[in-house]
């Protein structure tokens, strides 16, 4: 069984500041996704990342995946109170028929 | 599209009682699963299917079963809830090989059933 570990796994901040989420695993994968879920709602899909050492940006968010794909990193830069959620990362294996392994999850709650 | 629905959204359970969780896509996806969330914990993946009657375990099988007579629908049956089975559990689906490359393939949640067994 494939094991991603998600740090930390609570984050209160203020608005404005900036902070840094980690998915680690001690597999490597074939890709891997970020998703974000509000209460009482499904996950949704930030990004996809596939490449070893690929980033990408969307608006104040940065996704970076690790060079020998095991891990990846969520970058938020002026975090707003709009950013509260809780934030999964999900990775697929090798030979996985499309299954995703999800970590355990990094809450987030940023306060004005 | 109304995506992937679920229903009901809120259940309440004796122990040993049975039900149907039920989860329809009207988005064509071939690939479909059925999670557990448990409070302030990542999803579990407890069955999953590739297309009309096929279905396999996932990593959390022990206590449900599925079916999947039509592309658009994959109920979930709990035949004798336990307070284990207490969580929420969401159904998502996915376009499947016939989409390219399936590493770029977003799964599509539902907004999920809670489910308290007592």
């Known amino acids: 069984t494939q094991l991603l570990e998600q740090s930390p796994q609570f984050l209160s901040i203020q608005e404005g500041e900036n902070l840094t989420v980690y998915c680690n695993s001690s597999?490597?994968?074939?890709?891997l996704q970020w998703y974000r879920q509000e209460p009482g709602e499904g996950p949704v899909l930030l990004v996809t990342?596939?490449?070893?050492?690929e980033v990408k940006k969307l608006k104040r968010l940065t996704f970076q995946f690790g060079d020998a794909r095991k891990d990846s990193s969520l970058h938020i830069t002026a975090a707003q109170p709009g950013d509260t959620g809780l934030y999964l990362c999900a990775a697929h294996g090798y030979n996985a028929g499309n299954m995703l392994t999800f970590g355990g999850g990094t809450r987030l709650m940023v306060k004005p | 599209n109304a995506g992937v629905t679920q229903t009901p959204k809120f259940r309440i359970l004796k122990i040993g009682q049975s039900m149907t969780l039920q989860c329809t896509q009207d988005?064509?996806?071939?690939?479909m699963y059925w999670y557990r969330q448990d409070p302030g914990m990542g999803l579990k993946l407890i069955y999953y299917s590739v297309g009309a009657g096929i279905t396999d375990k996932g990593e959390v099988p022990n206590g449900y079963n599925v079916s999947r007579s039509t592309t658009e629908d994959f109920p979930l049956r709990l035949e004798l809830a336990a307070p284990s089975q207490t969580s929420v559990y969401f159904c998502?689906?996915?376009?499947?090989?016939?989409?390219?490359?399936?590493?770029?393939?977003?799964?599509?949640f539902g907004p999920g059933t809670r489910l308290t067994v007592l």
């Open positions: 998502a689906s996915t376009p499947g090989r016939t989409s390219g490359s399936l590493a770029y393939n977003e799964q599509f």
């Open positions: 988005m064509n996806h071939n690939y």
């Open positions: 597999s490597v994968f074939s890709s």
């Open positions: 990342v596939v490449t070893g050492g």
